[in-house]
């Protein structure tokens, strides 16, 4: 399911709402936990996970090259939220009777070519997060990502229209 987009001043903010029929300690491990974030989100590297904490982005191009982002706000097994370029990142995650609910709310500021990349992006890693909660793992589908960021490319072009 596509991302909800609000217009938020000059930026946007985008908001992906998942339904997955997994424990809360599950999903919040499949976030948290380096072994299993490095299969669905393999830039993210957890390295101090509190408040003000600390998240590695490497940029995996054999560079070497990584930078770090604040953890803005942290509460155990329900919100993990952080720096993003201008922007920022936010995962709520909530029980619901079949499972929980997983929110990703993203900020970015300023809208430019980008952007409907990175919301692609975080569209196809939400769906390779579900496959590994259900115990599949696949690489980075790129032709399903391309699909994707036609979609959101149409997507910000509306919020401007």
Not at 32 to 38: A, G, I, R, V, Y
Not at 84 to 104: A, I, M, N
Request: glycine share 8%.
């Amino acid at each position: 399911m596509q991302a909800s987009i609000e217009k938020d001043g000059n930026g946007i903010i985008a908001r992906f709402d998942r339904l997955l029929n997994h424990s809360v300690e599950k999903v919040w491990g499949a976030l948290t936990e380096n072994d299993k974030l490095e299969k669905w989100m393999s830039n993210l590297e957890m390295k101090d996970l509190r408040k003000d904490g600390t998240i590695k982005f490497n940029f995996n191009d054999g560079s070497g090259k990584s930078f770090d982002m604040k953890i803005r706000d942290f509460r155990e097994s329900a919100v993990l939220d952080f720096e993003w370029g201008d922007g920022w990142v936010r995962f709520e995650v909530s029980p619901e009777k079949d499972g929980c609910s997983l929110v990703l709310k993203e900020s970015i500021t300023p809208v430019n070519d980008h952007t409907s990349k990175d919301l692609a992006g975080w569209h196809i890693c939400l769906g390779m997060f579900s496959d590994l909660l259900d115990g599949h793992h696949q690489d980075f589908p790129m032709d399903e990502w391309e699909k994707w960021h036609k979609e959101y490319t149409a997507a910000v072009k509306r919020m401007d229209g």
